[in-house]
């Protein structure tokens, strides 16, 4: 398991960089910069947080700690989907810390790791 303590520790130092270097950039935009995006085609950065925080919940919160699925993955991709910078930051924030709450739980059982978590539970896919 020391390789595995060692991957643990690795990804904790790169997410907790990455949450403060990214809520740090979040503060510097506008509200305006959030929901901006270069064509119809593009995602905004709102459409971006929102869809990654779908993705933490749907594959940490609900498999590894059994929070149901209320994902609406169609709203996350929504033309136009408002925001504030506020509700951003936070959804970032929030985001990082449940990626980070379930690494620090894998470091008390790296045994984890090796673990299949779909057992009871159908795989989830999207097309």
């Known amino acids: 398991m020391e390789i ?18 990214t809520l740090q950039a979040i503060a510097q935009l506008s509200d305006e910069d959030i929901t901006w995006a270069p064509n119809s085609e593009s ?9 990654i925080r779908g993705c933490v919940h749907s594959r940490i919160e609900t498999i590894f700690f059994d929070i149901p699925d209320t994902r ?3 709203k996350e991709f929504e033309r136009g989907l408002k925001y504030s910078k506020e509700q951003v930051y936070n959804m ?34 999207y097309s």
């Open 4 to 21: 595995a303590n060692e991957v643990i520790e690795s990804m904790l130092i790169k997410f907790n960089s990455e949450r403060k270097c």
């Open 92 to 125: 970032t924030k929030e985001t990082f810390n449940i990626i980070i709450q379930y690494l620090e739980h894998l470091r008390s059982n790296p045994e984890l790791l090796l673990s299949q978590p779909f057992i009871n539970r159908p795989p989830l896919t």
């Open 43 to 51: 995602n905004s950065i709102t459409n971006l947080v929102a869809h």
């Open 72 to 74: 609406d993955r169609d």
